[in-house]
């Protein structure tokens, strides 16, 4: 629940993502779905919250290999276009100072 954001919220979400991940890989599940957790009536900021869950995510799977796909549901347009910013940007190339 967001409380303004100096309660550990951060942490608590990106620790929901990650021992999601860990218990998925250590039940020898393949795929796990995250809906955009907090962001509906525990009022979460939304792009604070999808960054939280992408870099997590990104973290975190290289540490449990046996989950293969990992699918964001978005409960509507915007949320999901957040995701794919989010994704795209992570996905980008660094770029070359000139």
Known sequence: MWRGGAHGEADL????????????????????????????????????????????????????????HVTFACFDDAMLARYEAELERRQAPPSNPA
């Open 13 to 68: 979400l990106a620790s929901c993502y990650q021992r999601s991940l860990e218990v998925a890989h250590d039940t020898r599940c393949t795929s796990i779905v995250f809906p955009a957790i907090s962001c509906g009536i525990y009022r979460f900021p939304a792009d604070a919250a999808v960054c939280i869950a992408v870099a997590t995510v990104l973290e975190t799977l290289p540490r449990t290999p046996g989950v293969k």
